[in-house]
Protein backbone atom coordinates (compact mmCIF):
# COMPACT_ATOMS: atom_id res chain seq x y z
CA UNK A 1 0.00 0.00 0.00
CA UNK A 2 1.22 3.71 -0.81
CA UNK A 3 1.05 6.81 1.11
CA UNK A 4 -2.83 7.07 1.16
CA UNK A 5 -1.90 11.18 2.91
CA UNK A 6 -0.30 11.84 -0.92
CA UNK A 7 -3.98 11.12 -2.67
CA UNK A 8 -5.82 14.28 -2.76
CA UNK A 9 -9.58 15.16 -4.48
CA UNK A 10 -9.31 15.12 -8.56
CA UNK A 11 -6.94 12.54 -8.62
CA UNK A 12 -7.38 10.14 -11.37
CA UNK A 13 -7.65 6.30 -9.82
CA UNK A 14 -6.34 3.93 -12.86
CA UNK A 15 -5.88 -0.13 -13.00
CA UNK A 16 -2.47 -1.50 -13.15
CA UNK A 17 -3.32 -2.03 -16.45
CA UNK A 18 -3.74 1.93 -16.88
CA UNK A 19 -7.66 1.94 -17.36
CA UNK A 20 -9.78 4.86 -15.96
CA UNK A 21 -11.45 3.67 -12.65
CA UNK A 22 -13.01 6.42 -10.82
CA UNK A 23 -11.98 9.82 -9.51
CA UNK A 24 -10.69 10.46 -6.20
CA UNK A 25 -13.36 12.81 -4.10
CA UNK A 26 -11.34 12.05 -0.44
CA UNK A 27 -9.37 10.04 1.64
CA UNK A 28 -11.69 8.66 4.49
CA UNK A 29 -9.82 6.47 6.53
CA UNK A 30 -7.71 3.56 5.10
CA UNK A 31 -10.17 4.21 2.16
CA UNK A 32 -10.48 6.60 -1.00
CA UNK A 33 -13.93 7.55 -1.39
CA UNK A 34 -14.48 7.99 -5.24
CA UNK A 35 -17.11 10.91 -6.54
CA UNK A 36 -20.43 10.17 -7.15
CA UNK A 37 -20.51 11.04 -10.92
CA UNK A 38 -17.59 8.72 -11.80
CA UNK A 39 -19.15 5.89 -9.41
CA UNK A 40 -19.97 3.24 -12.03
CA UNK A 41 -22.83 1.70 -12.82
CA UNK A 42 -24.95 3.43 -10.38
CA UNK A 43 -23.83 7.66 -9.60
CA UNK A 44 -25.93 8.19 -7.13
CA UNK A 45 -23.94 7.48 -4.29
CA UNK A 46 -20.27 6.80 -3.69
CA UNK A 47 -18.16 4.24 -4.05
CA UNK A 48 -14.81 3.33 -1.85
CA UNK A 49 -11.21 1.48 -2.90
CA UNK A 50 -9.53 0.02 -0.51
CA UNK A 51 -6.02 1.81 0.17
CA UNK A 52 -4.73 -1.56 0.24
CA UNK A 53 -5.08 -1.99 -3.78
CA UNK A 54 -2.96 1.25 -4.02
CA UNK A 55 0.02 0.76 -5.79
CA UNK A 56 1.71 4.21 -6.40
CA UNK A 57 0.61 7.63 -5.98
CA UNK A 58 2.61 9.96 -8.74
CA UNK A 59 1.66 12.73 -10.76
CA UNK A 60 -2.41 13.34 -10.94
CA UNK A 61 -3.07 9.42 -10.79
CA UNK A 62 -3.60 6.71 -8.04
CA UNK A 63 -2.46 3.58 -9.51
CA UNK A 64 -4.00 0.78 -7.81
CA UNK A 65 -1.88 -2.88 -8.03
CA UNK A 66 -5.35 -4.83 -9.78
CA UNK A 67 -6.34 -4.68 -13.49
CA UNK A 68 -8.90 -1.99 -14.12
CA UNK A 69 -11.71 -4.92 -14.52
CA UNK A 70 -10.71 -6.54 -10.90
CA UNK A 71 -10.77 -3.42 -9.16
CA UNK A 72 -14.39 -2.17 -10.71
CA UNK A 73 -15.18 -5.64 -8.72
CA UNK A 74 -13.20 -4.52 -5.65
CA UNK A 75 -15.02 -1.43 -5.13
CA UNK A 76 -17.03 -1.02 -1.49
CA UNK A 77 -19.88 0.17 -0.40
CA UNK A 78 -19.98 3.23 2.41
CA UNK A 79 -20.41 0.62 5.23
CA UNK A 80 -17.68 -1.75 3.60
CA UNK A 81 -19.55 -4.47 1.70
CA UNK A 82 -18.38 -5.28 -1.61
CA UNK A 83 -20.46 -4.08 -4.25
CA UNK A 84 -19.76 -7.45 -6.65
CA UNK A 85 -21.79 -9.00 -2.95
CA UNK A 86 -25.07 -6.55 -3.83
CA UNK A 87 -27.84 -8.33 -5.31
CA UNK A 88 -30.50 -6.67 -6.95
Do not use: C, F, W
Amino acid sequence: MSDLSRVTAHMEIIGADGVHIGTVDKVEGNRIRMTKADSGSHSDHHHYISGALVAEVEGNQVRLSASGDAAALLEEEEGGEALADKRP
